[in-house]
């Protein structure tokens, strides 16, 4: 089946610790997305992706970093840098960016110690 | 910035139509109209998209005003299964972020 897959499910920080989210998707999508969801509110874009090996700032980057060396990959990191990580994130691919319909990953809740 | 506009919640009996209203006013001639659901702590479902004919599919209708400034999700008969949040958001035609942001949706609840 193709689709997207994030892991893992929950995820617990410590202070000052970075922690990263995987999404891989097999859908051969070429461009890819990190948002957060905070409880009761809509979705604000992190990163996203066109292609490999390049990324773009979206709306709330700060405290965040990404990687796309391969295409079916897009980690998001969440470095100790943000001060308030807690939230639901969520990974989408698109065969275009912006336009196609995404695709969205189950999610993973992210939780601080 | 093309954004939209949706009422914070609606709420409907089951077995009933229900039409999802969203304002886009200053959507530009080239944007789609997309519409996604989210259920409680799962990622959001695609539902449906158009640019400018009124569009069906298995799950719902689109209807697309004349000047595309207004759209309605139709859900012809409402279950249990489709209380969600209802996301109504635009895309660019030439591709790009812009429009890449959800806004709060509508919070649908259906009554038995």
């Known amino acids: 089946d193709g689709g997207i897959t994030q892991s893992p499910k929950y995820l617990f920080r410590k202070e000052g610790q970075n922690v990263t989210l995987s999404c891989e998707q097999n859908?051969?999508?070429?461009?890819m997305y990190w948002y957060r969801q905070d409880p009761g509110q809509g979705l604000r874009l992190i990163y996203y992706?066109?292609?490999?090996?390049?990324?773009q700032k979206g709306d709330i980057a700060e405290g965040y970093s990404v990687s796309r060396e391969k295409k079916e990959s897009f980690p998001l990191t969440v470095t100790s840098a943000q001060k308030n990580p807690t939230a639901f994130y969520l990974c989408?691919?698109?065969?275009?960016?912006?336009?196609?319909?995404?695709?969205f990953g189950p999610g993973t809740r992210l939780l601080v110690l | 910035d093309a954004k939209t506009t949706q009422p914070n919640s609606m709420e409907s009996n089951e077995e009933e139509p229900v039409h999802l209203p969203c304002n886009h006013s200053t959507i530009s001639g080239t944007d789609y109209i997309h519409w996604y659901r989210q259920l409680p702590s799962q990622g959001p479902e695609y539902v449906i998209h158009?640019?400018?004919s009124n569009v069906n599919n298995r799950m719902a209708s689109l209807a697309i005003a004349e000047d595309r400034k207004s759209s309605t999700l139709i859900l012809h008969r409402a279950t249990l299964r489709d209380a969600a949040v209802y996301y109504c958001?635009?895309?660019?035609?030439?591709?790009?972020?812009?429009?890449?942001?959800f806004g709060k949706g509508t919070h649908l609840i259906i009554q038995p």
């Open positions: 992706s066109q292609i490999v090996n390049d990324f």
């Open positions: 958001i635009l895309g660019r035609t030439g591709g790009g972020a812009d429009g890449l942001t």
């Open positions: 158009g640019l400018t």
């Open positions: 989408a691919s698109s065969w275009i960016l912006g336009q196609e319909t995404q695709y």
């Open positions: 859908l051969n999508h070429d461009a």
